[in-house]
């Protein structure tokens, strides 16, 4: 089964910083999602990664999927303090297909102005 | 467009108490549906997925059942609601499987459950 883990868990940067949140797989896998959580709030789907060397961005995030390292990163460029939230990084839990999905711990993010 | 409904929002439930999570989306047919709790601070836990109606996965064992009387209705319940039953429940759902598609899943608004 999948296993995800993300770091760092916590995270606090300075408005205009550069920083990035590292999601590493265990096994195998044909895909990785990135959600967002706003606090109190559901998950909004961010990005989904579906090959090796994909990569996708969207205003100040970018995400990149590493297959043979078994990594993605998820980059935020010049961070802006509507970008607080909790990240979550997700993988199919048999390696593939949608049925279920293994979620990391999330990477608490907070954008200090 | 799809949309997922939950409700209540909100509850707040002795120990004991019977309960009843709603959960429905318009604008697909036949989707994968999910239950996930997730705790204060804390990641998502699957709870149930289910690939139609009548057909529930269950992948903890615990305090809670599943049912899915229609092809986009889904629902959570209890016959007796214990502390850790406390978090905040999520549906989520995504279309099967076809090509060129990401099986991306998307949740609902949520119930926040107080049990006390």
């Known amino acids: 089964e999948l296993k995800v883990e993300q770091n760092p868990l916590f995270l606090s940067m300075q408005e205009g910083k550069n920083y990035t949140i590292y999601c590493n797989y265990s096994?195998?896998?044909?895909?990785l999602y990135w959600y967002r959580q706003d606090p109190g709030k559901s998950l909004e789907s961010l990005f989904v990664l579906l090959s090796n060397g994909a990569v996708k961005q969207e205003g100040r995030l970018m995400a990149s999927l590493d297959t043979k390292a078994r990594l993605s990163t998820l980059h935020i460029t010049a961070a802006v303090h509507d970008l607080s939230a909790t990240y979550f990084c997700?993988?199919?839990?048999?390696?593939?297909?949608?049925?279920?999905?293994?979620f990391g711990t999330g990477t608490r993010l907070t954008i200090i102005p | 467009s799809q949309t997922i409904h939950q409700w209540p929002a909100t509850l707040v439930q002795p120990v004991g108490s019977p309960l009843s999570l709603e959960c429905t989306v318009e604008g697909t047919s036949n989707p994968n549906l999910y239950w996930y709790r997730q705790a204060a601070g804390r990641g998502l836990q699957l709870l149930f997925y289910?690939?139609?109606?009548?057909?529930i996965s269950s992948e903890v064992p615990q305090n809670l059942s599943a049912s899915r009387p229609q092809d986009r209705q889904f629902i959570l319940s209890s016959k007796k609601l214990l502390l850790s039953d406390s978090g905040f429940y999520l549906c989520?759902?995504?279309?099967?499987?076809?090509?060129?598609?990401?099986?991306?899943?998307?949740f609902g608004p949520g119930t926040r459950l107080t049990v006390l």
């Open positions: 096994t195998t896998s044909d895909r």
């Open positions: 997700a993988g199919p839990l048999r390696g593939f297909g949608n049925e279920k999905l293994t």
């Open positions: 989520a759902w995504s279309v099967l499987r076809l090509a060129g598609n990401t099986d991306t899943q998307y």
């Open positions: 289910s690939v139609g109606i009548g057909q």
